[in-house]
Nanobody, 125 residues
């Protein structure tokens, strides 16, 4: 059974950093993509970044370029989202997801069929 569990969210001040983790179980992560999405109150779920099986990353949200990075540790079956220089507009629930393909399938949430339950990130001004 495919499971994704996010962790690492919390309350952080403007300009601070957080590292989110996405722990996978029920499948071997090293052959598949993982994407990070986020959803702020009253807004659509937005694709943030994605990483392929061979660790190539794509940034979907222009607002995070130069601040967020994605990485993977296949030995730990975990993908990370490092978030630096956080802003209040980064406040959202962050989700990891996979389409169980090696390549990333863009920023369309409907291309990803397995999701975690999310972790809340709140950035205070």
């Amino acid at each position: 059974q495919v499971q994704l569990v996010e962790s690492g969210g919390g309350l952080v001040q403007f300009g601070g950093s957080l590292r989110l983790s996405c722990a996978a179980s029920g499948f071997t992560l090293d052959s598949y993509n993982i994407a990070w999405f986020r959803q702020a109150p009253g807004k659509e779920r937005e694709g943030v970044l994605c990483i392929t099986d061979n660790a190539r990353s794509t940034t979907y949200a222009d607002s995070v370029k130069g601040r967020f990075t994605i990485s993977r540790d296949n030995a730990k079956n975990t993908v990370y989202l490092q978030m630096n220089s956080l802003k209040p507009e980064d406040t959202a629930v962050y989700y990891c997801a996979t389409s169980l393909t090696s390549y990333c399938r863009g920023s369309d949430r409907f291309q990803y069929h397995y999701w975690g339950k999310g972790t809340q990130v709140t950035v205070s001004s």
